[in-house]
């Protein structure tokens, strides 16, 4: 292959469509946040009572002696945590991943 054709064939793969992220394009947008919003604040109040539940559950097991109930409550109680975190975090992991990708040329 010609050097020539070899540099526009690289020309072309790097061609930039110019297109980004842009809010208020799509009719239903801000329904759409909404929903999301209303999503993942259901998610925490479900944590929350995953994160109740667990700990009562380490609390009865280790009060009991049934260790197969502490183990549970404790791995329950750390899956609660780690959802929490998630959840609290996904805007912003979402955004600094964005932020990170639009960075790419």
């Known amino acids: 292959m010609p050097v020539s054709l070899l540099a526009d064939h690289v020309v072309q793969l790097a061609y930039d469509p110019g297109i980004s992220p842009k809010g208020g394009g799509l009719p239903g947008l801000s329904v759409l946040k ?25 609390a009865w097991g280790h009060h009991t002696g049934g260790h197969q109930a502490e183990a549970n409550g404790k791995k329950g109680a750390t899956v609660a945590a780690g959802a929490a975190l998630g959840l609290g975090a996904a805007n912003g992991i979402v955004a600094f991943f964005s932020s990170l990708g639009s960075q790419v040329h």
């Open 34 to 58: 909404t929903v999301v919003n209303s999503i993942n604040w259901f998610g925490i109040i479900a944590v929350v009572g995953a994160l109740a539940v667990s700990l009562a559950v380490w």
